[in-house]
Nanobody
Framework: QVQLVESGGGLVQAGGSLRLACTVS????????MGWFRQAPGKEREFVAA????????NYADSVQGRFTISRDKTKNTVYLQMNSLKPEDTAVYYC??????????????????WGQGTQVTVSS
């Protein structure tokens, strides 16, 4: 049974930084692409960032390009999302997801098979 657990969310002032972590159990995290998505209150869940199975390719939403960095540590079965220069509009529940069956990053939510429970990120102005 594949399980994903996010951590690292919290309250931060605008301009600050947070690092989210997603630990995967039941699977070697290096086998498949991973992604981060977010859902703000009253909005649909949206793509944030994705990384290929070996970390060689990454994709970012335009809204976070240059501010967020996705990475992975195979030895820890963990994927990270470093978030810098945070803005109030980054406030959301952040979810990590595993694209079971494919090593390639994707921005499409429906292509991810396993999801974590989410971690809240709140950015105050």
């Amino acid at each position: 049974q594949v399980q994903l657990v996010e951590s690292g969310g919290g309250l931060v002032q605008a301009g600050g930084s947070l690092r989210l972590a997603c630990t995967v159990s039941g699977r070697t995290v290096g086998s498949y692409a991973m992604g981060w998505f977010r859902q703000a209150p009253g909005k649909e869940r949206e793509f944030v960032a994705a990384i290929s199975w070996n970390g060689g390719r990454t994709n970012y939403a335009d809204s976070v390009q240059g501010r967020f960095t996705i990475s992975r540590d195979k030895t820890k079965n963990t994927v990270y999302l470093q978030m810098n220069s945070l803005k109030p509009e980054d406030t959301a529940v952040y979810y990590c997801a595993e694209r079971g069956g494919s090593p390639d990053p994707s921005q499409q939510e429906y292509e991810y098979a396993y999801w974590g429970q989410g971690t809240q990120v709140t950015v105050s102005s």
